[in-house]
C-alpha cells in the first residue's frame, strides 16, 4: 500500500510541475530570426531558358553571430559546444566549422553538366560528382601556425564528417589511392581574397609586364584543399539530410517546393551547401576578416548558404507546342498548396527574370512589393518581377503561361569562354589529353588552367605543348618574358599510389583567340583488386578548372568535360579458370583414387552361409567390430571372476 501511495505521489508531482512549465510563457518571441542577429532569408530565381526549358535557383542563407570559442582539441570541445546557443542555425554545420577550425567550405552534389553555349554562364558552376574545396584556418587556439601534415588531418575528418551528414561518399576524398585530392594554387578565391582584390582590380591589366608579380602575390593558398569524385552520383538521400538543415525544412516556404521525386528528373541538378565564418574583433566593433590574429576575435560571424540550380522542362499538356493555359509554379515542382512564406524567416522572395508581364499573374496578397525586391545573385535581365510570400495560407497560385514565353532569354548572353578537353592517342599503353580555350570576348583574360591527374596516369612533363593559334609557343626559344609565353608553369610528378600529378597553367588568353594544351600520359597497370568492380566501362577521371580572369575584377571559373579512361586490365576470368582447373585435377587423381580403392570390390567371399565384402572399407568396419566384440567380451569375464572372488 505504501509503494502504492508513493507511486501516486511522484506521478501527481510530474504533473504538476509539466503544467507549471507549459503555463509560463515562452521567452523565445515568434520571429527567430531577430534573436542575438541570427536571422534566415529564402529566395527563389525562376528564367525561362526558352519556351521548353525553366531555370529554378533556390537560395537560402541563414546568419549566425556565434562567440570565438577554442575548438581545436578534443578534451574543450564539448564545453565550447555548451557555450553556443542554436536557434536558426543548423548545430550539425556548426559543430563541423568549429570542430575542424574552417575559414570556408563548399560541397556541391551536381548531376548533369551545364550547357554553356545554349544556357549562357551558370550561377555558381560545378563539375559533375561530387566537389567539395575548404580553407582551414591558418592559426590554432594557441595563436600558433597550423603545418601542412595538421591541416592533412583536418582534411581527412571533414571529409568523413560530411559523408555522414550528406549520407555520401565523400570520405573516399581522403584516400590518396581512390582520389585526386590537391591544393590548387590559383584556381579558387576566398572571401577574404576577392575583398582585397576588388580594390585594385581597376588596374590588373594595365601592365601587362608586372601581372605575374601581381598575380604569385594572390595566389596564397596553403590553407586551401580541394578534391572531385567525378563517378559520384547524386541522389534524394543526399537531398534529405541537405533539407533538414532548414529551420522549416520542407513543412513551409520554399523548402515546400523540394520534391526529390521531381528534383532529380531534371537535365541539371546541383545541390551545393556553403559556409563561411568572419573574424568580429571586439576592440574596433566592426566585422573584418582576421585568419593571422584568431586571438583578436571576439565573436564570429558564420554564413550558410545553400543554394540549388536545377535545369528542367516546363510542364505541358503538349510536347511540342507550349501551352496556352496558365501553369501553377508549384505544379511545376510536384506539389498543390499554395506558396505561403516560412514563419522563421525575414524575407521569403520569389523572383522572374525575363518573364513577362502578360505571362504572370500575381496573388493579391503579395502584389504591394512587387518590383520592391533585388535578386541576391547578380544576374542579367531586362525585366525583373519579384515579390514576397504571404505569411498566411491563400488559396491563389503564382501561375505564368508557357506560350507567352520568348524564345530564349533576352538578357542571355552566349559565354566569352569555351572550354573543351578530350582524350587522344589509341591502344591500352599510352595516351594523351588536349584541351582547347577560346576566348570569345573583346579583352585579355588571364587564364588559369589546373588539372590533377590520377596517379596510374603517369603524366610526361616533356610531352607538354600549348599553342596560340596555331602557333607553339611552349616548348619555345623566344624569351620568357614575352605576352605569349605562360607567365606561370607548375609541373608535379604524382607518385605511386600517394598522390596525382599536377598541371598548374598561367597564360594571357588575348581577344579572339584560342589555345590548345596538349599532354601525353603511360597507364599504370594496377593490380586485380584495384580495379573497380566494372573495370570494362574504365576509370573516370575528373575535369580540370579553368579560371578566367578579365578586367574590372569579373572572374569565370569553368569545369571541362569529364574523361573515361580504359586502363590495361587482367582477365578477371583467370581466377575462376585455376580454381576449378585445380579442383579438377584433385578430384580426378587424388579423390577418384581414394573412392575407388575403399570401395572396389576384389572377389567374392563367403563365410560359413553368409556373404563377406572384401572391400577395404568393409575390412575396416569389420575389424573396428571385431575390436569392440573383444573389448565387450573381457568386461564380462573381469566381471565373472569379480563375483567368484566374493563368493
Not at 585526386?180 to 594554387?185: D, E, G, L, M
Request: overall charge neutral; charged content about 15%.
Amino acid at each position: 500500500a505504501l509503494m502504492t501511495v508513493a507511486y501516486h505521489l511522484v506521478l501527481l508531482c510530474l504533473l504538476l510541475w509539466t503544467s507549471y512549465t507549459l503555463c509560463i510563457p515562452s521567452t523565445t518571441p515568434t520571429t527567430l530570426y531577430t534573436v542575438d542577429g541570427d536571422f534566415f532569408d529564402e529566395e527563389l530565381i525562376v528564367r525561362a531558358l526558352n519556351k521548353n526549358k525553366l531555370l529554378s535557383h533556390f537560395h537560402f542563407t541563414n546568419e549566425w553571430d556565434a562567440p570565438a570559442t577554442p575548438t581545436s582539441s578534443s578534451s574543450s570541445s564539448s564545453s565550447s559546444h555548451q557555450q553556443h546557443h542554436y536557434a536558426l542555425f543548423p548545430k550539425p554545420i556548426g559543430h563541423i566549422m568549429q570542430q575542424f577550425d574552417l575559414e570556408e567550405m563548399h560541397l556541391t552534389f551536381t548531376q548533369g553538366r551545364w550547357r554553356h553555349e545554349s544556357w549562357g554562364e551558370p550561377i555558381l558552376p560545378a563539375p559533375v560528382g561530387v566537389e567539395l574545396y575548404a580553407w582551414f584556418s591558418s592559426n590554432d587556439k594557441n595563436n600558433n601556425s597550423t603545418s601542412a601534415s595538421a591541416v592533412d588531418k583536418k582534411w581527412v575528418g571533414l571529409t568523413h564528417a560530411l559523408s555522414g551528414l550528406f549520407c555520401g561518399s565523400v570520405q573516399i576524398l581522403s584516400n590518396a589511392q581512390k582520389s585526386s585530392s590537391s591544393r590548387p594554387a590559383c584556381s579558387f578565391t576566398s572571401r577574404q581574397q576577392k575583398d582585397q582584390s576588388s580594390s585594385s582590380s581597376s588596374s590588373f591589366f594595365t601592365h601587362h609586364h608586372h601581372l605575374y608579380d601581381d598575380f604569385t602575390s594572390k595566389c596564397n593558398n596553403t590553407m586551401l584543399r580541394h578534391g572531385i569524385l567525378p563517378r559520384e552520383g547524386a541522389c534524394t538521400e543526399n537531398m534529405t539530410p541537405w533539407t533538414k538543415l532548414l529551420p522549416c525544412r520542407g513543412e513551409a516556404g520554399l523548402g515546400a517546393l523540394l520534391n526529390p521525386l521531381v528534383m532529380y528528373d531534371v537535365y541539371y541538378h546541383s545541390m551545393g551547401t556553403h559556409v563561411t565564418r568572419e573574424c568580429i574583433v571586439a576592440a574596433a566593433g566592426d566585422s573584418s576578416r582576421d585568419h593571422a590574429h584568431h586571438a583578436r576575435c571576439h565573436r564570429y560571424k558564420y554564413r550558410l548558404e545553400q543554394t540549388l540550380t536545377l535545369v528542367m522542362d516546363i510542364k505541358s499538356s503538349s510536347t511540342t507546342t507550349p501551352s496556352t493555359t496558365p501553369l501553377h509554379l508549384v505544379s511545376h515542382y510536384g506539389r498543390t498548396k499554395p506558396l505561403i512564406k516560412c514563419p522563421l524567416a525575414r524575407h521569403s522572395h520569389v523572383t522572374f527574370l525575363d518573364f513577362p508581364s502578360s505571362s504572370l499573374s500575381i496573388p493579391s496578397s503579395s502584389s504591394s512589393a512587387i518590383n520592391d525586391i533585388t535578386p541576391s545573385i547578380a544576374l542579367p535581365y531586362t525585366t525583373l518581377t519579384a515579390f514576397e510570400l504571404p505569411l498566411a495560407s491563400s488559396s491563389e497560385h503564382i501561375t505564368f503561361t508557357p506560350a507567352h514565353l520568348p524564345e530564349r532569354s533576352p538578357s542571355q548572353q552566349p559565354p566569352s569562354l569555351l572550354v573543351h578537353r578530350h582524350l587522344t592517342g589509341y591502344g591500352e599503353e599510352r595516351g594523351g589529353i588536349s584541351a582547347r580555350i577560346i576566348n570569345r570576348g573583346n579583352e585579355t583574360a588571364l587564364i588559369t588552367y589546373y588539372e590533377a591527374v590520377p596517379w596510374y596516369l603517369r603524366l610526361y612533363y616533356h610531352t607538354l605543348k600549348i599553342y596560340l593559334n596555331g602557333s607553339l609557343i611552349h616548348p619555345s626559344a623566344s624569351s620568357p618574358s614575352s605576352s605569349s609565353h605562360p607567365l606561370h608553369l607548375h609541373f608535379i610528378p604524382g607518385e605511386l599510389h600517394q598522390s596525382p600529378s599536377i598541371i598548374d597553367i598561367t597564360l594571357l588568353l588575348p581577344p579572339r583567340s584560342g589555345i590548345s594544351l596538349e599532354i601525353e600520359f603511360e597507364k599504370a597497370f594496377l593490380h586485380y583488386s584495384e580495379h573497380p568492380p566494372d573495370p570494362n566501362r574504365g576509370f573516370d577521371i575528373g575535369p580540370a578548372i579553368v579560371t578566367a580572369r578579365f578586367g574590372q575584377g569579373h572572374v569565370t571559373r569553368i569545369y571541362t568535360e569529364g574523361l573515361v579512361v580504359s586502363l590495361p586490365r587482367p582477365d578477371f576470368s583467370m581466377l575462376y579458370n585455376v580454381i576449378f582447373l585445380t579442383w579438377g585435377v584433385m578430384g580426378f587423381m587424388s579423390f577418384r583414387f581414394i573412392f575407388s580403392l575403399a570401395l572396389r570390390r576384389w572377389k567374392h567371399t563367403f563365410k560359413g552361409d553368409s556373404f563377406v565384402s572384401d572391400r577395404p572399407i568393409a575390412l575396416a568396419f569389420r575389424k573396428v567390430q571385431a575390436m569392440l566384440a573383444n573389448r565387450r567380451r573381457r568386461r564380462q569375464r573381469e566381471g565373472t571372476q569379480d563375483e567368484r572372488k566374493e563368493d
